[in-house]
């Protein structure tokens, strides 16, 4: 049974914590967290945490694709990852410029991606065959203008659809341009979105592509989202690149060409050569020949003829001492 306390017990205990001698229950004690209703925070930090790790990685992807793409110096950098709402996104884009309503595996789930027109118009100039320089033109681009950049906007695509792919299976779909940013309400202006800022330097010209990731397009997905997830996806991600990069790499035609061998001779020589003289080299008839890729020896040979035209067996493969 409970003890009951007199009346001269329950004051004196009252007293004694007025005056803090005595320490009230924690759970009398409440404590309070601001929130802001108008910005409710809905990506947690281990979701911006793998978000921040993911683009990293689509930066760095991003860069070679460009630069094989375009055949010129390609950088791209990622600047910052961070949950803001749909208006505050659309007000810290310029107008005009190049807008792309995209979507995530489906239309109902918009994505939206723009890109700075001193950029757009460089790499553009870049595939016409210029050296990349967009300048500062305040101006749409033309139809003619959005095809021709259209493959590149496809490319960037691809690129942040095998980064995510890595966490999650998704795939990103271009639907359509714009060239004012008002004109593009894929959400309520209070929706919470993901804002993803690269700085990008392709040639000549410089400028941003931004990502816009609104929280309903990736509700389902987001539980995947997370640093050990990502983690124990990179040996993976890692072999798929390996796997790709040999594939590009096997298809590359290399130069390839036989020395027969060398002689030295003087420029009085070498000025009164006439057809039918015979210069004799530094090798002898049945010495091994050196089979060069481009300027560097790779193997030794022994010459001889296939099927009617001159060919070489290639015997042994030449050491760095060697070459």
Known sequence: MSEVLSQAEIDALLEGISKGEIEADAHDRKTYRSYDFRRPTKFSKDNLRTLHFLHETFSRQLSSSLAGYLRTNARCVLNSVEQVTYEEFLRSLPSPTLVCVCNLNVPEKPVVMEMSLSLAFGIIDRILGGPGMGGVQERELTEIEQAIIEEVLTLVLVELSKAWSTVVEVEFHLEKMESHPQFVQVVFPTEIILAVSLEAE????????????????????????????WLSSRPREEGVRRLALREDLSSVRAPLSVELGKARISLADLRNLRPGQ????????????????????????????????????????LDADEA
């Open 202 to 229: 392709v040639g000549a010209s410089e400028g941003f592509i931004n990502f816009c990731f609104p929280f309903t397009s990736l509700q389902e997905i987001l539980d995947g989202f997370n640093t050990e997830k």
């Open 278 to 317: 015979v210069i004799r080299l530094d090798a002898r008839v049945d010495d091994a020949v050196v089979v060069k890729i481009g300027r560097t020896p790779a193997y030794s040979a022994w010459p001889g003829t296939s099927r009617g035209r001159m060919a070489v067996r290639i015997c042994a493969k």
